[in-house]
Nanobody, 128 residues
Framework: QAQLEESGGGLVQAGGSLRLSCALS????????MAWFRRAPGKEREFVAA????????VYADSVRGRFTISRDNAKNTMYLQMDSLKPEDTAVYLC?????????????????????WGLGTQVTVSS
């Protein structure tokens, strides 16, 4: 059974950087569409960034585009989220998600309902 585990969260000052990792076990990473979501206190789960299965093409939420970078290392079964220029409003639990054998068009923005496997999340806190 596939499992995802996030790491790399922590406390950082506004303007700082963090790099999150999401490690997959028990599944074929190369065939997985992957994504990052976040859940702030009192708010719904929010899409952050996604990497497609087919060609690794990426899509970002408007709120993070230009500051966050999603990447994946198929050899290490790991996905990353480099977060720069962090803002207090980026404070949230960050979760990674996966779905196998699923392709989507380049202009499609994935939603939480599209993914079948989730990690437990890692807390990111940005102080002002």
């Amino acid at each position: 059974q596939a499992q995802l585990e996030e790491s790399g969260g922590g406390l950082v000052q506004a303007g700082g950087s963090l790099r999150l990792s999401c490690a997959l076990s028990g599944g074929s990473f190369a065939y997985a569409a992957m994504a990052w979501f976040r859940r702030a206190p009192g708010k719904e789960r929010e899409f952050v960034a996604a990497s497609s299965q087919n060609d690794g093409s990426t899509v970002y939420a408007d709120s993070v585009r230009g500051r966050f970078t999603i990447s994946r290392d198929n050899a290490k079964n790991t996905m990353y989220l480099q977060m720069d220029s962090l803002k207090p409003e980026d404070t949230a639990v960050y979760l990674c998600a996966a779905r196998w054998s699923w392709g989507y068009s380049s202009n499609y923005v994935p939603t939480a309902n599209d993914y079948t496997t989730w990690g437990l999340g890692t807390q990111v806190t940005v102080s002002s």
